[in-house]
């Protein structure tokens, strides 16, 4: 029978984002002897079982268990109560165990000064999370996981020991009834108060010395929680339940406990005022009804009334014009107007419960003038727009782009191409009529091939193509080398010990050069627990690797993985005709365009061949921390 695993979505949905320091396994000590713990429920526990409310683990079920504070280990379910792991490695006397569920390798930690770092030797562990909590269907019970943990003293001779383990979140039992008028797909459902300092959602955090857990100072912290839902048809007149979790909570007498379910018909809140104080406790079902009725209009802001609302589940329309992408598969971009500001962390072609990666179906470029819906958001205290945003319409300005803006030939007659993307007409002139293109004229997207002859002479010839538009001109420099002009391949390797950096502090380097002419800079770490491997993340950080300077262009890319890196990992390669001049680069107003993603589960080396003339390249992780033990870049010079 399915155990009452409570899961704060928040937690689950948002715990991707932290900084991730990875916990293996550790398997070597005591010559790999099993050691066993059992790890109770108490009778007090329900489950989402209507009719036995029973408790049981499950045999795919793992618990993270730090050991005295300082090492995790994986044990798995062996049989009941009981799970396992090979090699713990325990003290002579007393020993204390901190037992999390549900498992996962990557565990957040903070010292006491609010820092995160690993959490081996710190004071507190974040409480991890398997998934993201999602409800598809309605009336499905499947995504209700929960945190639960237990903490207890275990002596070296002790014989299969038992934890306590306990609930830290609370589920509401959520039956809405479908009052429109014709069917409704929700989307989402949503839980807050006004009360104050009442924290709904967030990463719970285990002090390592007592045992004691708290909810509050988290990055991912919010009065509200919200359930995501997929395939939430309710035909009208019917009812359909939603379960959603939330941290432990109070809404004092006179205080508001508001709930807005988010349909793709529109967005009702009720909001409730009680006589008496409300308390949602750890480990219970708190059960309530809500009628949909009509949906309310979606209110236009300006960015400035927008920063003003509170955070919550209701959805804003915002206008404004795009700047500053910095992730074109989720969508994120600062959006402004006259009044302001906004970073939009995420934007889909439509309304869905989570992010779909469909940004770049829009063809949104920085400059358009964007509409969209979103719900007002925060992290680590600065607003943004979230829920995700969707898109409702947008006003292209002008462009026409070419790619590569350079090229590099040899001597010999033949022929090149450079890509136009456009959304108006262009025409294209050379100034040497030896050297010629097709089309030289069009509109929209176009690949032009460059038609030239033999260079015969004792010097480089330089050529120069106009691409004209009505939003201006763009060039394209071909330089075709002469007969005695034979490039040379070299290559540098790159590993940590090149750069600034002698552990995981991230440290800015520059001026760095191996054996050709190319310099880097950028921002990294050394990964000391990883073979000293270079370490990248994301905007947190603004970290990357660039090039500065430069005598030739790039061909090849060689990634050797450590790994230790997690499989979902992606190293964005970006390549450019303007020299870098630091990481933030890749991230804030991209310098050149993106020509490769190297993915970890493609395997630990892999091989990038560039296809386009590139003098200058960058590097950054995708998302989250990476860890590589060397890159081996060949240009031609």
């Known amino acids: 029978m ?36 059992s790890a109770a429920l108490p009778e007090t526990k329900t ?36 799970f396992e792991a090979a090699g713990v490695a325990l003290e002579n006397g007393t020993n204390t165990f901190h037992v999390l569920y549900p498992y996962n390798k990557y565990v957040e930690s903070v010292d006491a000064d609010g820092v995160t770092s690993n959490s081996k030797g710190k004071t507190y562990v974040a409480v991890p999370s398997e998934a993201a909590a999602k409800q598809t269907g309605i009336n499905s019970t499947e995504h209700v996981k929960g945190v639960m943990y237990g903490y207890g003293t275990v002596s070296s001779s002790e014989e299969t020991p038992s934890i306590m383990m306990n609930q830290l979140t609370a589920l509401l039992k959520i039956d809405v009834t479908n009052s429109y008028g014709e069917a409704i797909d929700v989307k989402s459902v949503t839980v807050s108060t006004d009360a104050e300092g009442e924290l709904l959602s967030g990463t719970f955090y285990v002090n390592l010395e007592d045992g004691t857990v708290e909810s509050s100072g988290a990055d991912y912290t919010h009065d509200y929680t919200t359930l995501e839902v997929t395939d939430g048809q309710i035909p009208a007149g019917e009812t359909a339940t939603f379960w959603v979790s939330a941290n432990p909570f109070k809404v004092p007498a006179g205080a508001k406990l508001v709930i807005s379910v988010n349909a793709e018909q529109g967005v009702v809140t009720d909001e409730r005022t009680y006589e008496q104080e409300l308390v949602f406790e750890a480990g219970t079902v708190n059960k309530t009804t809500f009628d949909y009725t009509t949906p309310s209009g979606i209110e236009k802001l300006t960015v400035a009334e927008f920063l003003a609302k509170p955070t919550g589940a209701t959805y804003y329309e915002l206008t404004g014009t795009i700047s ?29 419960s989570s992010n779909d990666n469909s940004f770049a179906s829009l063809g949104l470029r920085e400059g358009d003038i964007l509409t969209l819906c979103g719900t007002r ?4 205290g600065d607003a943004q727009v979230g829920g995700p945003a969707y898109y409702i319409s947008h006003v292209a300005v002008p462009y026409c782009d070419v790619t590569p803006s350079t090229l590099s030939v040899d001597a010999a007659a033949g022929e090149t191409t450079f890509s136009i993307e456009s959304n108006e007409s262009w025409s294209i002139e050379s100034d040497n009529s030896s050297y010629t293109v097709s089309p030289a004229s069009g509109e929209g997207d176009a690949e032009i091939t460059v038609t030239y002859p033999a260079n015969t002479t004792a010097d480089a010839i330089t050529v120069t ?39 995981t502090k991230y440290t800015e380097f520059s001026n760095v050069k191996v054996s050709s002419s190319v310099v880097y800079a950028g921002k990294s770490a050394m990964s000391t627990e990883h073979d000293n491997a270079i370490q990248l993340r994301t905007t947190n950080s603004d970290c990357g690797i ?38 933030t680069e890749l991230y804030s107003s991209v310098k050149g365009e993106r020509i490769a993603e190297i993915a970890k589960s ?30 081996t870049i060949t240009w031609e010079e």
């Open 324 to 352: 500053d992408i910095t992730n074109t598969d989720y969508g994120n971009f600062n959006l402004t107007d006259e009044t302001g500001t906004v970073y939009v962390y995420g934007l889909t072609a439509s309304m869905v």
């Open 602 to 631: 493609d395997g630990l080396t892999q091989t990038f061949e560039v296809t386009g003339d590139y003098s200058y390249i960058g590097l950054r992780s995708n998302s989250g921390a990476m860890y590589i033990d060397s890159i």
């Open 465 to 503: 193509f106009t691409v004209t538009s009505d939003s201006g001109e763009k060039t394209v420099t071909l330089t075709q080398r002469s007969s005695s002009q034979i490039p040379v391949e070299v290559t540098d390797v790159l590993t940590a010990d090149l750069f600034a950096a002698t552990d």
């Open 546 to 583: 660039v090039t500065t300077a430069s005598d030739g262009k790039v061909k090849t890319i060689e990634i050797k993985w450590n790994d230790a890196t997690s499989n979902s990992r992606i190293l964005w390669i970006y390549g450019s005709n303007e020299p870098y001049t630091s990481a």
């Open 47 to 82: 489950t989402l079982d209507p009719e036995t409310y029973n408790v049981a683990w499950e045999s795919s079920d793992e618990l993270t268990v730090i050991v005295n504070s300082n090492t995790a280990y994986k044990f798995t379910n062996a049989g009941g109560d009981n």
């Open 377 to 380: 958001a925060e992290y680590k």
């Open 2 to 37: 399915k155990k009452l695993l409570y899961s704060s979505l928040a937690i689950a949905a948002l715990a991707v984002s932290c900084q991730e320091a990875e916990l293996e396994n550790n398997n070597t000590a005591n010559n790999g002897e099993v050691f066993r713990i």
